[in-house]
């Protein structure tokens, strides 16, 4: 069993930055991908950005130039490092992690504001 704890979130005005991190413990596992994921109010849970065992990224369109995924692997750790951030940026961030064997897990969540 892994266990993803996120911490970071917060209010923030518009153009600010927040850096969200999330660190995944537990027995016997090997990280593959680590993502961060996003839920606005009414509607469906979207991936924000993800990142592989090798330093891939990969980011949705709206949040590129803005936002940077990164992970330390000895830490077991990813983070997301928002800037400039937007009123619409306003959602629930979560962690998601796949390890090696195919198997996935959710963080708790994060909440994050930006004010106008």
């Known amino acids: 069993q892994v266990q993803l704890v996120e911490s970071g979130g917060g209010l923030v005005q518009a153009g600010g930055s927040l850096r969200l991190s999330c660190t995944a413990s537990?027995?016997?596992?090997?990280?593959?991908?680590m993502a961060w994921y996003r839920q606005a109010p009414g509607k469906q849970r979207d991936l924000v950005a993800d990142?592989?065992?090798?330093?891939?990224?990969n980011y949705v369109d709206s949040v590129k130039g803005r936002f940077t995924i990164s992970r330390d692997n000895a830490k077991n750790t990813v983070y997301l490092q928002m800037n400039y951030l937007k009123p619409e940026d306003t959602a629930v961030y979560y962690c998601?992690?796949?390890?090696?064997?195919?198997?996935?897990?959710w963080g708790q969540g994060t909440q994050v504001t930006v004010s106008s």
């Open positions: 990142i592989t065992s090798g330093g891939n990224t």
């Open positions: 998601y992690l796949v390890t090696r064997r195919h198997n996935f897990y």
């Open positions: 537990g027995s016997s596992f090997s990280i593959n991908a």
